[in-house]
């Protein structure tokens, strides 16, 4: 599951570039988004795999050590880099960006922070909506894991679905959505952890890719899945479901093997995660660079993908030991 998880977060990576750098465009941009089902679906899996189950108290303790802490220590890196890099480039440090003025910040966007829903004016930190669902789900997980024991597993999975559906059909509030959209896959990796055969998974995967091509097939458009992502709908899980089935019968029968580079993003993978605000700033200055000299998109993703996973990996180098530094001081407070 390590070098599942590192091969994810590498995914999240190039999936970045091909959105933020225009790297790619349709329908390989749509083909593409499936990274946070996979992120949920690893985090479900993790706790199935989990010797000793954590109670609630001691999941929320945990939560806030190992990422809401991080995500502070990102905020205040983040907003002194966005500073800086004011102070040098001016506006051409954002590329086509907004400015980052700090005066202008208020107590909306402090609360905004503190409740980790985003940091406002920095670029490339889209990613950071993230964060909200995922600790909402992971905090009470324990809650529905009691409960999944005096439940069949399939029939569990079909209702968190079905509550899923219900919540699209009467809301498109985004954080609502998301949280019943995500915890699909969450449950689904923590139910079906090295329990889902070949041929649950081939029928599975045939039966969401059924779904999709009527849908299509009756003028429903795939393309731009990021239209169906967020809000996330019922296209997007089921897309979500379809890739993952998919995936895994590939990766099922290749043996990875063990290397430095995999561990290195399975440990620092939410530091790496983070952190892509500054690793973007740069590869976006040399994107810009390469575009002006060659033509071709491919190359651009290429390039672009092994600068930015080299520099997120150089980077971790720094960012990940200061991140452990403000943990432990946390600690032993």
């Not at 220590?73 to 880099?81: G, K, P, S, T």
């Not at 086509?96 to 966007?109: P, V």
Request: a positive charge.
């Amino acid at each position: 599951m390590d070098h599942y998880r590192a091969l994810m977060m590498m995914h999240v990576i190039i999936g970045h570039v091909m959105y933020w750098l225009y790297a790619a465009g349709e329908p390989y941009l749509s083909f593409v988004l499936f990274a946070m089902a996979g992120t949920f679906f690893i985090a479900g899996a993790s706790v199935a795999a989990r010797p000793r189950r954590r109670g609630l108290w001691e999941t929320v303790v945990s939560r806030f050590d190992r990422v809401v802490i991080p995500f502070y220590v990102y905020a205040a890196v983040i907003i002194v880099f966005s500073i800086a890099a004011m102070a040098i480039a001016g506006d051409k440090a954002w590329i086509g960006f907004e400015r980052f003025i700090i005066s202008e910040y208020g107590w909306k966007d402090m609360l905004k922070i503190l409740l980790c829903q985003e940091i406002p004016g920095v670029p490339f930190s889209a990613h950071i909506w993230f964060l909200q669902p995922y600790l909402i789900l992971s905090c009470t997980f324990p809650l529905q894991v009691k409960l999944m024991k005096r439940c069949n597993r399939h029939i569990y999975l079909v209702a968190c679905f079905l509550f899923f559906v219900g919540v699209q059909a009467v809301t498109r509030y985004e954080l609502l959505r998301e949280v019943a959209c995500y915890n699909v896959f969450m449950v689904a990796g923590y139910l079906y952890y090295r329990r889902a055969s070949v041929v649950l998974r081939v029928a599975v995967g045939l039966c969401a890719a059924a779904a999709i091509v009527v849908y299509v097939a009756l003028g429903g458009n795939f393309c731009p899945m990021q239209g169906h992502k967020f809000p996330p709908d019922w296209l997007f899980a089921t897309y979500g479901v379809f890739a993952l089935c998919m995936v895994s019968l590939v990766l099922g029968r290749i043996k990875i093997p063990s290397n430095r580079f995999l561990e290195i993003w399975n440990v620092r993978g939410y530091n790496i995660y983070l952190y892509q605000s500054v690793v973007f700033v740069f590869v976006a200055i040399f994107s810009s660079r390469l575009k002006a000299h060659v033509t071709q998109p491919a190359v651009w993703l290429v390039a672009d993908t092994f600068a930015a996973i080299l520099l997120a990996t150089a980077l971790s180098f720094v960012t990940y030991p200061l991140e452990q530094t403000v943990i432990k001081a946390w600690r032993r407070r």
